[in-house]
């Protein structure tokens, strides 16, 4: 599907931009046998050949009051259950808690490994889970049943009108009892590029990039968080001009403080129309996909 000049003249968080947008509405071709699920925030679950990773899962979304009152901020067995049946590795982008929080039930549950750096291990640790836990060494592969992953050195945008990384730094929280939302420091920043069935998808779960680390072409599906992008100056164009992709998928628009099965909010802070039109100022050679909550793509 090719945008049309009417999109370009929506901003913000117009629902129907995500709407018209939506990839069950092209003829975008997808692999087959793979599928690809959107969790919400930068979450991510991908399967081919019986093969389950996810991707900085975030599904127990803590609501506002809980995370602003510094109470412990911790999955939920009843709602991660009710989604994973399956896993056979989680590979983790940074360490805040929507995007790691979830991680070490869904190795319990599961029995999986999880893959990302030395917080996410402390993480792991903190639930007695120190041994299911790969740290990561960048640009190594990693063979995952089909899978082949890579983690790349990233960023993370900074908020906080732009000064600075929210909960920066490693995780040193020692119990749970003391795992605030805060507590979730980021730890390091990786994007991760998975190849599988012939294709190559790069996750960014937080818009920010090291140049020289950033693939250089070759990428099929680029999986785009575009929160805080503003405060990375010309995010978009250089990140899309490395990457060069053939698919934009933007995510971590959405309000993740609303539960998982909830209608979509968006992030008061994230314009998701505002991207599509960088995208487009960019090149429109890109193909600009959306996906709803829990939504899966396939062939
Ligand atoms: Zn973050």
Redesign the pocket.
Known sequence: MTLRPSMLTRHGNDPSVSAELNWARSETDFPPGLSLTWLGTAGFRLELEDTVVYIDPYLTRVPWRPVMSQRPALPSAKTVASHVTRADAVLVG?T?F??ALDVPLISALTGCQVYGSKSLQTLMGLHGLADHATRVEPHRIYEIGPFQVTFVPSL?SKLLLGLK??SDGEITCESLEALTASAYC?GDVMGILVRAAGTAIYHQ??ANLVEGEVPRGGVDIFLAGIAGRAFSRRYVPRILRLLEPRVVVPHHHDNFFRPLDAPMGFSFNVNLGGFVEEVVHVSDDFEIRTLELLQTVSA
């Open positions: 940074h805040h929507d995007h993370h990384v929210p980021c779960g937080s």
